[in-house]
């Protein structure tokens, strides 16, 4: 059974700081590009940002660069987002999301490219 469990949400103030991890099991990890989004209330799940199998590559929704820095670990299991600079839009329940792959394909941006999810964790930024 294939599970990824989202954790490191919480509530930071303007300008500050979180670490989301998303730990994975029941998968070849490896093999998997991962990506992060986010969905705030009454708004459609957004690409935040994505990073490849290969883990050589990465890329971000425009909103997010400069300030968010996904990485993963594969003997870990486990992807990270890298939040900082946060501001009062970036409030969201985050997501990750697994998308096995061949080491050719190309990074998506796309919700239904990607074949498991996490349960999501809520990330709140006061102003």
């Known amino acids: 059974q294939v599970q990824l469990v989202e954790s490191g949400g919480g509530l930071v103030q303007s300008g500050g700081s979180l670490r989301l991890s998303c730990l994975a099991s029941?998968?070849?990890?490896?093999?998997?590009?991962m990506g992060w989004f986010r969905q705030a209330p009454g708004k459609e799940r957004q690409f935040v940002g994505a990073?490849?199998?290969?883990?050589?590559?990465?890329y971000y929704e425009d909103s997010v660069k400069g300030r968010f820095t996904i990485s993963a670990d594969n003997d870990k299991k486990t992807a990270y987002l890298q939040m900082s600079g946060l501001k009062p839009e970036d409030t969201a329940v985050y997501y990750c999301?697994?998308?096995?792959?061949?080491?050719?394909?190309?990074?998506?941006?796309?919700?239904?490219?990607?074949?498991?999810w996490g349960q999501g964790t809520q990330v709140t930024v006061s102003s």
């Open positions: 999301a697994a998308r096995p792959t061949i080491l050719t394909t190309p990074m998506s941006t796309k919700v239904s490219d990607y074949t498991y």
């Open positions: 990073i490849s199998r290969s883990r050589g590559s990465t």
């Open positions: 029941g998968l070849t990890f490896s093999r998997c590009a």
